[in-house]
């Protein structure tokens, strides 16, 4: 796919995208690549699809003006828009690498013991979300859609409900959401959850999360959500009651559990192709080993890339008979580089994995192999195939898309999952492991290499059957869809 961003003159849209970066990044020999991470790698198909304009920051350069309109043109065909609101860097590093990687980030998938108190980053988190909000409400037309993407935004739709009332709001968390005593830690608790609730419809992955957002709206707010009684069925991440509206100022806001799927029109293309194919079976081939495991995600605490290894390691302590046989292929895209905290993780990681590997590989064998670095998606799918099993094993994940895309992507295979990811709750087909217990993940590695053919075959299709038919079309035509009726 070719991408190219052309200077273009400022358009009123009908649809408008809000996150806060863009899907691309420049490259040294001045091309684009998409960005790899799951809420760009997501939102990047759906505006391909919808046209519009997408709304994100951008860094100031040299130039004076601090908003930048393009066109994206996609294998020569314009697409969609694309408006940048720019920082100047110091502005981009308190609000990224500062407020929402240090205070947003833990807080939300409940770490609390890592979230940073940095005087002052409120208030360029407050600023950016301010700057949106005028960008947004000069270039919508009249009763245009917003849909606003994740935590970096969360102010914003109360500051454009004020700017322009008449727009259709959504929003989408693509992360988890804490119960009230965690979401509570934070002292602009208050701002933050009545900035999401100038919103008509808020979305998130799993009932939990939502329900957990409207208890914290009802503890420090005052709102009043109107609770059902949840099936929980014994599941951790399932509610005892959840919650489809809230009233709160007089307003009342729709939630929606809605879990994001993955994006079929790439996958497929690249699993049919012939070269993934020879790929696939050449790399399989050349790491000699009875079964492979995969793991692909960015390199993040949330993930739990030490505890993975623990697992591994767990695995041939007390099934000693996979020594040789099994191999982990680990992916770990970098991700929030030059914050301390991620280098600190990278560092611990290749410490784990070269520690393991020093102790048990022999001179043909390598109990994993680590990857520090992106890789082509051409080259990702060709590792779904490759793989008999996909670990995913995040102490925390709010979906979690590798795990439907290796189920999309195949015709039989087994994964190994997280109770704690959002996909636990749309894949039952899995085999579901508590990742804080290298014992339990182990134990659920050694059933996936143990099934017998007919469950494995079972499990898979379930997982196949969900992910082809709620992948990434039905998610957003289900969330527009749903704005449209309010
Ligand atoms: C958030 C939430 C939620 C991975 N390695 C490579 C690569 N990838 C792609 C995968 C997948 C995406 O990155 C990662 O998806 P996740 O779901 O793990 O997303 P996060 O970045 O953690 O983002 C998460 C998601 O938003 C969507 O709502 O599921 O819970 O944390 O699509 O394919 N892509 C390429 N090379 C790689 O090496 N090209």
């Excluded at 198909?45 to 003006?65: D, H, I, K, S, Y």
């Excluded at 900035?195 to 957002?213: K, R, S």
């Excluded at 080993?289 to 767990?314: F, N, Q, T």
């Excluded at 008979?321 to 191999?327: A, K, N, P, S």
Aim: proline content about 6%; aromatic content about 10%; glycine content about 8%.
């Amino acid at each position: 796919m070719a991408v190219d961003l052309v200077q273009a003159e400022r358009h009123p849209s009908e649809f408008i995208i809000a996150s806060h970066r863009g899907p691309y990044a420049r490259h040294e020999d001045g091309g684009w690549t998409r960005r790899v991470n799951g809420v760009f790698g997501a939102m990047e198909p759906v505006m391909r699809n919808t046209g519009g304009t997408w709304v994100c920051w951008g860094l100031q350069g040299e130039e004076e003006a601090t908003e930048r309109h393009r066109l994206v043109v996609v294998d020569e065909e314009p697409r969609f828009r694309m408006h940048e609101v720019l920082l100047k860097p110091q502005e981009a590093k308190e609000f990224y690498e500062g407020f929402t990687t240090e205070a947003l980030w833990p807080i939300l998938f409940c770490f609390p013991s890592r979230l940073q108190f940095t005087p002052g980053l409120w208030d360029t988190y407050r600023m950016v979300n301010e700057r949106f909000a005028q960008a947004i409400a000069r270039m919508a037309a009249p009763r245009a859609t917003v849909w606003i993407q994740d935590f970096h935004l969360m102010l914003l739709p109360a500051l454009l409900r004020r700017l322009r009332p008449d727009l259709k709001l959504g929003f989408f968390l693509h992360t988890a959401f804490p119960p009230p005593d965690v979401f509570g830690i934070l002292p602009w608790r208050d701002a933050l959850l009545d900035g999401v609730l100038g919103c008509d419809l808020v979305g998130f992955h799993i009932p939990l999360y939502a329900t957990n957002f409207a208890r914290c709206c009802a503890r420090y707010l005052g709102a009043v959500p109107h609770w059902e009684k949840g099936d929980c069925g014994g599941h951790a991440l399932a509610p005892s009651l959840t919650c489809d509206r809230l009233t709160h100022g007089g307003r009342t806001v729709r939630l929606l559990a809605l879990g994001i799927g993955a994006s079929r029109e790439d996958l497929d293309r690249l699993a049919a192709d012939e070269a993934t194919r020879a790929y696939a079976a050449d790399l399989k081939a050349r790491m000699g080993v009875e079964h492979l495991l995969l793991s692909a995600e960015r390199l993040d605490y949330v993930k739990g890339p030490v505890e993975r290894v623990r697992a591994i390691e767990a695995l041939f302590e007390y099934h000693p008979e996979w020594i040789d046989r099994v191999t982990l292929l680990q992916v770990a895209v970098p991700s929030r580089e030059g914050v301390p905290e991620f280098e600190r993780l990278k560092d611990l990681t290749h410490q784990a994995v070269g520690e393991l590997n020093s102790r048990l590989g022999t001179p043909t064998w390598r109990p994993i192999v680590n990857l520090g670095k992106t890789l082509p998606l051409q080259e990702l799918v060709g590792l779904y195939l490759a793989a008999d099993i996909c670990l995913v094993t995040p102490l925390r994940d709010g979906m979690n898309l590798v795990a439907k895309e290796y189920a999309l992507c195949r015709e039989d295979g087994a994964v190994v999952l997280s109770e704690f990811a959002g996909a636990a709750f749309d894949l039952p087909g899995a085999i579901q492991v508590n990742p804080f217990s290298p014992a339990h993940v182990a134990e659920g590695i050694h059933k996936a290499l143990t099934l017998r053919a007919r469950e494995r075959r079972q499990r898979f299709r379930s997982m196949r059957r969900t992910s082809r038919t709620r992948d990434l079309t039905w998610w957003r035509t289900t969330f527009l869809r749903e704005l449209a009726r309010i």
